[in-house]
């Protein structure tokens, strides 16, 4: 199994910062879709992408039961609702960072390859990864 | 003292001063009030309490004033438990004892560390905080060496630090602060350097150097201790009587010394019940992982360590709070954060090419995508080069955690068949933990990495040995403790609340080995301080 180095670590969380910043992308209409562009959102950057969806393929190797699309973007639908027309990105992090933070608060976090993430961020990555894939 | 033919002289024909073996008549018998066996730590800490009184006290140090090699072979010993240092590495056997090589971090204990826990099997003292509470802040003083402010609040500290707040969830985490001297005084560290100029020029207190104990000899009836015989170097044979005796050799040797002595009494001195060199312990010490931390939080400055006016120097740690240890029925336990070390990488041309563009004050726009090509350590060697060019802190830091070992009845210092060169049978070690202490360990790593995620410093990467291979994992503190442990009562501990040898009129251990528990954090405070009781103890039974 490929070790996530923390360099990768650093990148991914450098991108949770950088979210924020990052340009607006296509609207999206289905929530289902919405969830898949949000997530792209958050990671714009090809390489903070790109570390998020390789901790994303290690989170759905070990658990299984969440490598499909269908199950993780239910389990987000949080970011469902966000109006990507009106909304701007820098709400959506907030959303995102809000969720992250409750996780931890309620110990619902998860350990992926040794790290303990909070369960949000680890279901976004692993969307990610799927979104790779296809 | 019958039939040994040894000639009775008058004892300290020159009190006062420290007396070299090798200026002692073969056979000669040494009388005095109080000896005192061990001139480390806890044997110093109550020497130093009788200085100017009008009580002769001896004590006995088997070692120099330097490292000796003869002398250090006596604390080699076996191992059948859990990896352990060398018993002869782990200690040291001259004057001032391990201290010699002793880190200087002090802390009290907490109240909650006396007290007996449902969840903890063999926990309580019957001491409480406040039996020991007025010893502590001269303890202090004696194992600081008079630097350092006698303070433990957490504001205080945070107030030094210039931090407004720190905040872990209180619920969960408590931070405490440590303190220490050494990194300011190396020289001093040890006891020995620290009083040797007070003990050269006390009229009351004499030190035998040198001068080895090789058995406690008791009187018929076995209650009482009538004298020690001692060896020398050179192989010298003398005695020494005393009206009360301390046995103070350190964790190991103090039950060590105690089995040996099983002339008249069988099972050895204080053993009636089988417990001499049970529930032996140490701190479990850790690297649990690494932090990653995202952005600037006052989290690098607390943890680093910082030096006051007066020369000491202080740290932070975060303790699970009592109330999250009860629920979730935990022993006692800190994490640290360590700067972690880098490691050296290996050097390759995308290495080179990354150096290169940082040594210009460049952070290269390709750096992501060249570090995807390049292996981990090299990830290291650039973040050390970014770090020295840009003075900025270091983003990462190791998980650093020690665990209050549990009591555990199967752990045990015992005797070898194997003898020393003074014929005595060497220790025999088989250190063992609880399953309660591991996951203590690991739930304390876990619980750290959650908070450290609530309040968005960053994430933890637990190491994987915690789970797989804990055994081989942890280190420890070199705290060698709790061998005779004290108790209410003789069928659960060797010593009762005054550090007395149950059933025994006049001998008395100090030092960690009296220690019922261990708590999370070093020991030495804690022993000096009690040392100090019994010294007051001592003092009102020789007015
Ligand atoms: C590397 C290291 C780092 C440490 N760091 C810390 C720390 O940061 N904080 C902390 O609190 N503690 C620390 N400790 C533990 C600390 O050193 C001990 O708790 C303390 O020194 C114990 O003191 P003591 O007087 O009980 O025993 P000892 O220091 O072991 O002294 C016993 C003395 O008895 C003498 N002796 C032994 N046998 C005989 C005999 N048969 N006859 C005559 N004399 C004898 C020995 O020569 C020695 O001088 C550390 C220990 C080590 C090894």
């Not at chain 2, 405490?176 to 005084?185: D, G, H, K, L």
């Not at chain 2, 460049?362 to 973040?383: F, H, Q, R, Y």
């Not at chain 2, 190791?398 to 003074?422: I, K």
């Not at chain 2, 609880?434 to 908070?451: G, I, K």
Request: proline fraction near 4%.
């Amino acid at each position: 199994m490929k070790h996530l180095t923390r360099r990768q670590a650093l990148v991914y969380l450098g991108g949770i910062a950088a979210a924020g910043f990052t340009p607006a992308a296509t609207v999206q209409a289905a929530p289902s879709q919405t969830v898949v562009t949000a997530a792209m959102k958050l990671f714009a950057r090809p390489e903070t992408r790109a570390s998020a969806a390789l901790i994303g393929q290690t989170y759905l190797r070990s658990h299984p039961c969440e490598n499909n699309t269908e199950t993780l973007i239910r389990a987000l639908d949080f970011m469902a609702g966000y109006d990507l027309e009106q909304g701007d990105t820098a709400v959506l992090a907030r959303l995102y960072a809000q969720r992250i933070s409750q996780d931890f608060e309620s110990a619902d976090v998860v350990n992926v390859d040794g790290w303990i993430l909070s369960k949000t961020e680890a279901r976004v990555f692993g969307l990610l990864a799927l979104q790779q894939t296809v | 003292m019958a039939g040994t033919g040894f000639c009775h002289q008058p004892a300290l024909e020159e009190p006062g001063m420290f007396i070299g073996a090798a200026d002692l008549q073969e056979q000669r018998t040494i009388d005095t009030d109080i000896c005192i066996i061990g001139c480390g730590a806890a044997g110093i800490a109550i020497a130093r309490s009788f200085l100017g009184t009008k009580t002769r006290v001896a004590i006995i140090e088997g070692g120099g004033f330097e490292y000796d090699a003869e002398s250090q072979d006596i604390y080699k010993g076996s191992n059948s438990g859990l990896p352990y240092p060398p018993l002869d590495v782990t200690r040291l056997r001259y004057f001032g004892g391990s201290t010699n090589h002793w880190e200087g971090q002090v802390r009290p204990f907490s109240a909650a560390d006396f007290e007996t826990h449902e969840w903890l099997p063999n926990s309580g003292w019957p001491i409480k905080l406040p039996d020991i509470e007025p010893y502590y802040e001269q303890a202090f003083n004696i194992c600081m060496f008079g630097s350092g402010t006698y303070q433990w609040e957490r504001d205080y500290w945070l107030r030094q630090l210039g931090i407004a707040h720190f905040l872990p969830d209180e619920r969960i985490f408590e931070l405490e602060f440590f303190q220490c001297m050494r990194r300011v005084q190396p020289s001093w560290q040890s006891f020995g350097t620290y009083v040797r100029d007070a003990l050269d020029k006390s009229e009351n207190i004499s030190v035998y150097l040198d001068l080895n104990v090789i058995e406690l000899n008791t009187s018929e009836q076995g209650d009482a201790v009538s004298s020690v015989s001692l060896v020398s170097k050179s192989g010298k044979h003398l005695a020494l009587r005393a009206r009360t005796f301390v046995l103070a050799t350190g964790g190991i040797e103090n039950a060590r010394l105690l089995l040996v002595s099983n002339t008249t009494v069988k099972e050895g001195i204080g053993n009636r019940n089988g417990l001499v060199g049970r529930f032996f312990c140490d701190h479990p010490v850790g690297h649990a992982g690494r932090l990653v931390t995202t952005e600037r939080t006052p989290i690098d400055k607390a943890f680093a360590w910082h030096t006051t006016a007066s020369g000491s120097c202080y740290t932070a740690q975060l303790s699970p709070s009592f109330a999250f240890r009860k629920k979730h029925r935990l022993a006692n336990c800190c994490v640290r954060l360590l700067p972690a070390p880098l490691p050296h990488s290996a050097g390759s041309a995308a290495a080179k090419h990354i150096v290169e563009a940082l040594r210009r004050g460049e952070w290269p726009d390709n750096l992501l995508s060249e570090i995807g090509t390049v292996i981990t350590d090299l990830d290291a060697l650039v973040e050390r080069q970014y770090h020295k060019l840009r003075h900025t802190r270091p983003e990462y830091f190791t998980v650093w955690t020690r665990v209050e070992p549990v009591p555990n009845y199967d752990s045990r210092v015992a005797l070898t068949d194997e003898r020393d060169r003074f014929g005595k049978p060497r220790v025999a070690l088989n250190w063992k933990v609880t399953d309660l202490t591991q996951h203590t360990m690991n739930r304390l790593a876990n619980t750290f990495a959650t908070e450290v995620g609530r309040l968005r410093i960053g994430r933890v990467q637990i190491d994987p040995g915690l789970e797989n291979d804990w055994e081989n994992h942890f280190h420890v503190g070199n705290h060698h403790m709790c061998t005779t442990r004290m108790a209410e009562d003789e069928r659960n501990g060797v010593v009762d609340a005054d550090c007395k040898v149950f059933s025994m009129d006049n001998l008395y251990i100090a030092g960690s080995s009296v220690f019922s528990t261990a708590g999370s954090g070093t020991p030495t405070l804690t022993l000096v301080a009690l040392a100090l009781r019994l010294a007051d103890h001592l003092k009102g039974l020789h007015v």
